[in-house]
Structure formats: structure tokens, C-alpha cells
């Protein structure tokens, strides 16, 4: 199992430029999450996905849209990219069931 | 106000050394609450959830203070590789919503 896989690791945008960054999950798992962290500001929920379908948003979803594609996947959408956005996102997952969250490795953006 | 707060440290300590975290929060209603592990620029993983009772695994014990809003974190015997960054986690209503605090650093020196 590659439990959360998180593409790309690395990317550089320039102002107003957009992208959208993948996550995948294979462990059947419910809900899915997108999270930024910014220096001393630890780790802020942007979306989340309760269930396949479903999509709700966290404390900072302003500059951000997502889509739960199906169970697997959930991206995280930037349409016009700002400095301010520049951060290190993480996808992560957990089984209805339980309290656990499991982690992608995260995307390390650049907005220059 | 932030939801969960905790002193960033460092905490430095010496092999051996029983440390100790603190971390509160500001929502009375926050029902689950856990402690996460984050190593430098990796992603973070679950060091132990926090119950009511307190609950102990190996060399760490985890306490709940429902009237004060806070949990502690005990590292008995530290080891260098428990050097990294704690974060203190608090699930509210609807188990869909964390927040993170922005973590505690340890380092643990020989």
C-alpha cells in the first residue's frame, strides 16, 4: 500500500499563474483533507471531504477550490496563485471509522 | 484567539531526561483530542490520541484536563531519535474539523 501519494512534491508559480495539486489515497478511506502550514502557524484545514461526493470547507478555503474526483482522489485547485500562498499543503486521510489521520508527504509551492 | 496553543520551545534535554508538553485549547466542546509527530519537512504522524482516563504508551503518557482545557504530553527517558516537533491536535463537533497547534520542538542532545 502507498497509503497518501501527493503530486507534485516541488512547484514554482509566478503571480496569477494556476494549478492543481493531487492526492490519492488506496486505503478506502472516507474523508479526505487539504491542509497548508506556514512558519509558527502550524497545520490549517483549507478543505475537507467527509465522504465521496461531499466537499466543506475549512478555516482558510479563501483562493482555493477541490474536487473529490471519487473515493481515491481529492485536488486542491489554485486559479490565480498569490504570494500569500506560497506554503507546504498536505493531503491526508481517515477511515470513517476511526480518529487517525494519515498524511500525504506535501507539495512545497513557490508563488513568486 | 487560536483554537490550540503551544509553547514553540525548543525544549533541549539531555538523553534521559523525563520532559513534559503542554498544550490548550479554547473551545470547551473540542470532544477528541491527540498528539501528532512531525519530523523536519516530513508530514506528520499519530503519536497517541488522549483520552478522558489519560493513557500511557511505553516511554509517553498522555493527560486530559477538561476543566483547565489543556493537555499534557510526557516523555520519560528521552532518546535522540525522539527529536522533532509535537503538535497537539483537537478535533471539534463533527469529527471532520482538527485544528493543530503549531507545535512543540524537542531536541534531545547526547
Known amino acids: 500500500n502507498a497509503g497518501v501519494t501527493q503530486t507534485p512534491k516541488f512547484q514554482v508559480l509566478k503571480t496569477g499563474q494556476s494549478m492543481t495539486l493531487q492526492c490519492a489515497q488506496d486505503m478506502n478511506h472516507n474523508s479526505m483533507y487539504w491542509y497548508r502550514q506556514d512558519p509558527g502557524m502550524g497545520l490549517r484545514l483549507i478543505y475537507y471531504?467527509?465522504?465521496?461526493?461531499?466537499?466543506d470547507k475549512g478555516e482558510v478555503p479563501n483562493g482555493y477550490n477541490v474536487s473529490r474526483l471519487n473515493k481515491r482522489e481529492f485536488s486542491l485547485r489554485l486559479e490565480s496563485a498569490a504570494p500569500s500562498q506560497t506554503s507546504v499543503y498536505f493531503c491526508a486521510s481517515r477511515s470513517g471509522g476511526a480518529y487517525e489521520q494519515y498524511f500525504g508527504p506535501g507539495t512545497r509551492l513557490t508563488v513568486t | 484567539r487560536k483554537e490550540v496553543e503551544q509553547d514553540p520551545g525548543p525544549f533541549n534535554v539531555p538523553e534521559g531526561a523525563t520532559v513534559a508538553f503542554n498544550c490548550t485549547y479554547s473551545n470547551s466542546a473540542s470532544q477528541s483530542f491527540f498528539w501528532y509527530r512531525q519530523d523536519c519537512r516530513k508530514e506528520p504522524k499519530l503519536l497517541m490520541s488522549v483520552y478522558s482516563s489519560g493513557n500511557e504508551d511505553g516511554r509517553f503518557t498522555a493527560q486530559l484536563n477538561r476543566a483547565s482545557q489543556y493537555i499534557s504530553l510526557l516523555i520519560r527517558d528521552s532518546k535522540l531519535s525522539d527529536s522533532a516537533t509535537y503538535l497537539c491536535?483537537?478535533?471539534?463537533?463533527?469529527?471532520?474539523?482538527?485544528?493543530f497547534g503549531s507545535g512543540t520542538k524537542l531536541n534531545v542532545k547526547p
Open positions: 471531504s467527509a465522504s465521496e461526493g461531499t466537499t
Open positions: 491536535v483537537v478535533n471539534i463537533d463533527n469529527f471532520n474539523k482538527f485544528y
